[in-house]
């Protein structure tokens, strides 16, 4: 397979200089070093050596993903909690090997020291996501074992089309999905029912979007 992107390297006057790269890798076999190299022009994840391509997200899910984000990051500077919440695109190295690199819509890291330059080392305390339709399938199955095996203390997804948020505590170790309705309140298990969290304006917003929703 050949590949073009622009290199890590710049000439003297700051320009980015194209660079051709060559590689007989097949899906299952890439690295992290390929997938900073992909990643320039396009945005991707790697799941266990394969690379996915990803579509931009559409207006309602980036409203629902400022929406989820803006009501944790209000919690966490309002109750000065040893933790920071971020939204997409930022890396985490999931596995802290050379394998996955994946790109959570919402997730909240409360031990700095997985807090790296290039994004996230390790398993984050909680994630959200998201579905779409490019991403349905594999956010409810390979991510939900992905994040379970991995470490991550909470799971949240939101899915637009059925109008419902499942959640799974991995802390209880039972792996038993939740389904919340987008009515009222749901509090995160990671802080105790301290984090209220009203799902009405994330309902709001899916009527708002919902012919674009539809298509």
Known sequence: MEYTSDSNHKNPSGVREPQTVYTNKKQGEFTIDDYR????????????????????????????AASLYTAIADFIRDSHKPCRAWFAPIDVQLDCDEHTMLQP????????????????YGAPDFIAEILSPSTRLRDLTVKAGKYAQAGVREYWIIDPEKEVLITYNFMDRDYIPVIHSLKGKVSPQIYDGELQIDLTPISEI????KEELAD
């Open 37 to 64: 190299v992909f990643s320039e022009d396009k945005r991707y994840e790697l799941i266990d050596g394969f690379l996915i391509e990803m579509h931009a997200p559409s207006s309602a899910h980036q409203s629902i």
């Open 105 to 120: 819509d919402i997730l909240i890291v409360c031990d700095s020291s997985k807090i790296r330059r290039f994004g996230i």
């Open 206 to 209: 899916i009527r708002e979007f």
